[in-house]
């Protein structure tokens, strides 16, 4: 049966490069017919499934809400990091607190977003930092990192391939940093006995191409 896919999430990174990339649609599945369209939501806040009429949603949480079943994909780490370029010029922070001499790129969803956490050794910090500029899209942040504006918080899966080109360099990889959006990423659906073709298609899709796109460690 073709039908339209639905899905929500609250991972906007993760849908736009792993989901939303017209390769997609080339898949086996979607050339055979179970999927006629994608109709992407992403959304700040998690939506019901049943009263939105959603077919999938992704979400960062510990555990999976009652109600729901689903696939662990991967793990969301972050770090900071800057462009050697800034680090020469304003040298690299050897603690936490030496932050707050520095341009800070942050989130910008709410107030909270520019108090980063560290851990290091079973001790816990928070640092209030200030910078020129701050953007709730991963693409901006790194794209700023790359223009010398500061020392950026990003998922390490967005910086990956700018810290093996040695675009970036991580600052300090002695510590742990964490953010509310920091954990696993799941992909839920309803507890359904016999999956839509389309959903069973799009769950083998998106488990298949981010375990070949899993960065090694």
């Known amino acids: 049966m073709i039908g339209a896919l639905a899905v ?28 006629s369209d994608v109709v992407f939501r992403l959304e700040d806040q998690p939506l019901d499934l049943i009263d939105h009429d959603l077919d999938v949603a992704f979400r960062i949480t510990d555990e999976p809400p009652p109600g729901l079943v689903g696939r662990r994909l991967m793990r969301i ?19 936490p607190l030496e ?12 107030p909270a977003d520019a108090r ?16 020129r500029y701050a953007a709730n899209h991963t693409a901006l942040r790194l794209d700023a990192v790359l223009s010398n504006l500061g020392i ?43 999956l839509a073709p389309r959903i069973r298609v799009f769950v083998d899709f998106m488990v298949n191409r981010l375990i070949a796109q899993r960065p090694e460690r």
């Open 8 to 35: 929500s999430s609250d991972v906007e990174p993760l849908l736009f490069l792993h989901v939303a990339h017209p390769q997609a649609h080339r898949e086996p599945g979607y050339e055979e017919g179970h999927i």
């Open 99 to 110: 932050l707050k001499q520095h341009s800070c790129i942050t989130l910008s969803e709410e």
């Open 152 to 194: 950026g918080s990003l998922p390490l899966f967005i910086a990956e391939h700018a810290l093996k080109s040695g675009q970036v360099v991580q600052v300090l990889p002695d510590w742990t940093f964490k953010t509310n959006y920091h954990g696993d990423v799941w992909m839920l659906y309803a507890p359904i006995r016999h």
């Open 77 to 95: 780490e972050h770090i900071i990091c800057a462009s050697p370029a800034y680090l020469e010029l304003h040298g690299m922070p050897a603690h």
């Open 116 to 131: 980063w956490h560290f851990s290091k050794d079973g001790k816990h910090l928070h640092v209030d930092v200030q910078g």
